[in-house]
């Protein structure tokens, strides 16, 4: 468990014998992440996919106006800070602040939200 | 509206793949190209962790030590835009004329419907060659530039083509720290 990194900045996820695989410790709560550049990973992606969901969401309701942006930053941002604050419980000072973590990948999450809402808004109640 | 809205991610997928393609034909499987990219990975990393150990020691030699490191860095970077640039005009020429025929064809056609009202700086892009006043109304371009915003990047982290994070926090981005951070 000690033992050095020997693939650091490698992108792929290696499974080692005595290291999960990066999806078992996505969601386990507070795992170990040794690979900063692994959690921030999963911080990124969890939000594209958090985006998407929130577009099919919003675009079903339909949620409408400024009001619904808004909400789209305080889900997206709050349960990033959840998640990465109460259910993984990792120091933030250890990759540059809560900021840093917050603003990881939000403006491609923002754009894929942004797609998705007006795509599935207009297809539902326009057509 | 299905089928244009369908129709338009399927193009910026095809475009951003195409672009990314493009880019690995003329920069990304270059002998220098990747010599350079992982010679500035390794001095980001290296550079960080001396600012870790180091940080708030006035120390003068590990200052100047720091420095030299982060000019050394930066010709670096310079010369990775350098490589990237020349295939970046060739290839956003392409682009602009594709953009060209696309806007064409999907001229004064009302793609989308916003489900927001977009601000007055934004309506330009939302609206343009639109008939009428109704500013929920999308445009082709604007539908597009969005695609493009969440598309291009996902693909480029797929593909492992994107900047590492290192190494864009060091040479400083919209967010990072300022470079003389240490002077």
């Given amino acids: 468990m000690s033992s050095p990194k020997a693939n650091r900045g490698d992108k792929n996820t290696t499974t080692n014998a005595s290291v999960p695989s990066v999806w078992s410790r996505a969601f386990t709560s507070n795992s170990k992440w040794d690979d900063k550049e692994e959690f921030l990973d999963v911080i990124y992606w969890g939000r594209q996919v958090l985006g998407i969901i929130v577009g099919v969401i919003w675009g079903l309701l339909p949620l409408k106006g400024f009001i619904a942006l808004v909400l789209f930053a305080i889900v997206n941002a709050g349960s990033v800070y959840v998640y990465f604050s109460s259910f993984q419980s990792v120091d933030e000072e250890e990759f540059g602040g809560a900021w840093e973590l917050t603003k990881e990948g939000f403006m491609t999450s923002f754009a894929g939200f942004l797609v998705t809402w007006i795509i599935i808004y207009s297809g539902m109640h326009f057509d | ?183």
């Fill in chain 2, 1 to 183: 509206m299905w089928a244009d809205t369908i129709l338009i991610v399927f193009i910026s997928v095809c475009t951003a793949l195409l672009g990314e393609g493009l880019t690995w034909l003329m920069v990304y499987r270059t002998e220098k190209y990747q010599k350079l990219k992982t010679e500035v990975e390794r001095q980001s990393k290296r550079l960080e962790k001396r600012k870790e150990a180091h940080g708030d020691s006035l120390d003068k030699q590990h200052k100047k030590k720091i420095e030299r490191e982060e000019e050394k860095l930066k010709n670096n970077n310079r010369d990775l835009s350098l490589v990237k640039m020349k295939s970046m005009f060739a290839i956003g020429f392409a682009f602009t004329a594709l953009l060209s025929m696309f806007n064409s064809i999907f001229d004064g056609r009302i793609v989308a419907r916003l489900p927001f009202f977009p601000i007055s700086w934004i309506q330009g892009l939302s609206h343009r060659n639109l008939p009428g006043d109704d500013y929920t109304e999308c445009s082709f371009l604007f539908l597009y530039i969005l695609c493009t915003m969440s598309i291009r990047q996902n693909i480029q982290k797929l593909l492992g083509f994107a900047p590492s994070r290192t190494a864009s926090k060091q040479s400083g981005g919209l967010f990072g720290p300022p470079p003389q951070q240490l002077r």
